[in-house]
């Protein structure tokens, strides 16, 4: 006796976001597979979505209406994608002073930084000067300890690191209020 296979199996694309449509739910998919055109098939009981023969998604099925059907590794390798690709694109948009820092700073590798790190860097380099910053950069690089908390470190224990008088010709207008006079002061 042959079983025969019932599943209903369907075309499918998630355009711009994680999730296929199939019978008024979304089901999510992992991020890569975002604009591809996919399989989905549909048993009574669980929705694969497959990418040529290969399964990338399994979910159980829903019959209740509007539902987002997510599988958590889908959200967090999302997640991951996205946070490095804000990092990257953080890193490449940030005008360095020092080829070095940029290569390893904005390419994808271990020593990726985040966001918080690339404004210290730019606090850093503001204070100091681009000088001061290839010279800590440097040394941080060759220590193995690429980070803005080493180079900050760097910079305070070198005589190099003076930081840059603050230049009051940028201060247009300097409003200074006067604090109102209490009945009994010297007037």
């Known amino acids: 006796m042959h079983e025969f296979d019932t599943d209903r199996v369907v075309?499918?694309?998630?355009?711009?976001t994680i999730y296929v449509r199939f019978?008024?739910?979304?089901?999510?998919?992992p991020p890569e597979a975002v604009g591809r055109e996919l399989m989905l098939a549909a048993s009574d009981t669980e929705v694969r979505i497959l990418d040529g023969a290969r399964q990338i998604a399994r979910h159980r099925r829903s019959y209740n209406r509007q539902q987002m059907v997510l599988d958590?590794?889908?959200?967090q390798a999302l997640l991951g994608t996205k946070r490095k690709?804000?990092?990257?694109?953080?890193?490449?948009?940030?005008?360095?002073?020092?080829?070095?820092?940029?290569?390893?700073?904005?390419?994808p590798s271990p020593m990726a930084i985040s966001r918080h790190e690339i404004a210290h860097l730019l606090q850093l380099l503001d204070r100091y000067g681009?000088?001061?910053?290839?010279?800590a950069?440097?040394?941080?690089?060759?220590?193995?300890?690429p980070r803005a908390a080493s180079v900050e470190f760097l910079l305070r224990?070198?005589?190099?690191?003076?930081?840059?008088?603050?230049?009051?010709?940028?201060?247009?207008?300097?409003?200074?209020?006067?604090?109102?006079?209490?009945?009994?002061?010297l007037r």
Not at 11 to 16: E, F, P
Not at 23 to 29: A, T, V
Not at 130 to 135: D, S, T, V
Not at 175 to 181: A, H, I, L, Q
């Open 11 to 16: 075309a499918v694309r998630a355009a711009k």
């Open 23 to 29: 019978d008024c739910n979304d089901y999510s998919i």
């Open 72 to 75: 958590p590794a889908h959200q």
């Open 85 to 107: 690709h804000a990092n990257r694109r953080a890193a490449a948009g940030c005008r360095w002073p020092f080829p070095r820092a940029r290569l390893c700073w904005s390419e």
């Open 130 to 135: 681009a000088r001061a910053m290839r010279g």
């Open 137 to 145: 950069v440097r040394e941080a690089l060759e220590r193995n300890t």
């Open 157 to 185: 224990q070198s005589n190099r690191a003076t930081p840059l008088p603050l230049d009051l010709r940028r201060i247009r207008k300097l409003r200074v209020s006067k604090s109102p006079t209490r009945s009994g002061d």
